[in-house]
């Protein structure tokens, strides 16, 4: 357990309908990254926050996909009308900027996306 | 462009040692991560490497060249829980983390 957590571990929706996951971070940690992995590839970036900022959104991420950070705290993911594309593992990462170890990012367990 | 390659497969005997090797061209490069994944969970880190060199932790060490853009995780005394992912990821000018698609590897008795 790395301290980072994502809720749920796991959904099933239809196409076309909305889903929306959660990630909670180190508490301390100011740098917070969203990706996408499929089955036998690596993870591929698609947004990342500097506490409630969003810095950087991947050309891969479409309208459909929007990302909030608040309070600089928890971020949510939101994905509309789901496409059968969309299944993935969504994966969440963070990391504090500005220490020795800021190079470190943790990953949470993820969230199992299946588009019917 | 972003390219990281490695080798999809690779098959080792439980005792011996096996080098996985990364080679990479990125847009920026500010370090290279090694992290383990094994089926349906998390990537977890098993190293850093952002100066040329081996950095050695345990039974696993990771070596850089920055001028050859390569790099490798050498895994020494294979248990047959080190099956698993083995993925490449080099962090470019903006922080984020660039996969490569990951070295499955399989560690038989």
């Known amino acids: 357990d790395t301290g980072v957590s994502q809720d749920p571990r796991h959904k099933i929706t239809k196409r076309g309908q909305n889903v929306t996951f959660r990630c909670d971070p180190i508490?301390?940690?100011?740098?917070l990254y969203w990706y996408r992995q499929t089955l036998g590839q690596g993870p591929e970036f698609l947004t990342y926050?500097?506490?409630?900022?969003?810095?950087?959104k991947s050309r891969l991420l479409s309208d459909r996909f929007s990302a909030e950070r608040p309070k600089g705290s928890f971020s949510t993911l939101e994905i509309q009308r789901t496409e059968q594309g969309d299944s993935a593992m969504y994966l969440c990462?963070?990391?504090?900027?500005?220490?020795?170890?800021?190079?470190?990012?943790?990953f949470g367990p993820g969230t199992r996306l299946t588009v019917t | 462009g972003q390219n990281i390659d490695q080798p999809t497969e690779m098959t080792a005997t439980e005792g011996a040692i096996v080098q996985i090797n990364c080679t990479y061209q990125?847009?920026?490069?500010?370090?290279l991560f090694w992290y383990q994944q094994h089926a349906g969970e998390a990537p977890t880190f098993l190293s850093y490497?952002?100066?040329?060199g081996l950095e050695e932790k345990g039974r696993f060490s990771s070596f850089l060249s920055r001028s050859k853009g390569y790099s490798y995780l050498l895994l020494k005394e294979l248990q047959m829980k080190d099956s698993a992912s083995y993925l490449c990821?080099?962090?470019?000018?903006?922080?984020?983390?660039?996969f490569g698609t990951g070295t499955r590897l399989q560690v038989f008795p």
């Open positions: 508490s301390e940690h100011n740098r």
């Open positions: 990125t847009s920026g490069f500010n370090g």
């Open positions: 990462a963070s990391s504090l900027v500005g220490t020795v170890s800021s190079y470190e990012q943790y």
């Open positions: 990821a080099v962090r470019d000018d903006t922080d984020k983390l660039i």
């Open positions: 926050f500097q506490n409630e900022a969003q810095l950087e």
């Open positions: 490497n952002v100066l040329d």
